[in-house]
């Protein structure tokens, strides 16, 4: 938690047309909430996971856990969730990447919020 506090994270996620989806909700305001993300398999065999994890600058600011597993069932949803902890004041920016079986993996989704 940053010395005020407080913390505002916006995450995007999400690729239509993709065999492995992840969607995370927009969040505007002040929250340090964890955010619960889908994961959504569109096709029609089971698809193998590694991961989700957290990549780039400001990685650590974001904590991953995930009720996945190493598979995920045709047509089948999980639940992957990120908590932002800004570790500075100022836009800190990371990835959500999650390696899978799918022809299209890895899916990635940028994940950006702002220390107070």
Do not use: W, Y
Request: proline content about 5%; charged content about 15%; glycine content about 12%.
């Amino acid at each position: 938690m940053n010395p005020s506090g407080r913390c505002r994270r916006r995450t995007r996620g999400g690729a239509r047309g993709r065999v492995i989806t992840v969607r995370l909700p927009l969040h505007r305001g002040t929250l340090c909430e964890t955010t619960p993300a889908t994961l959504t398999n569109t096709g029609t065999a089971l698809a193998a996971l590694n991961g989700p994890a957290a990549t780039g600058a400001n990685a650590g600011d974001f904590a991953i856990s995930s009720a996945c597993g190493n598979a995920l069932a045709a047509a089948g949803q999980c639940t992957v969730s990120v908590t932002f902890t800004p570790g500075a004041k100022g836009t800190r920016s990371a990835t959500l990447l999650l390696l899978d079986s799918a022809f299209d993996s890895p899916q990635v989704v940028t994940l950006t919020g702002t220390g107070n």
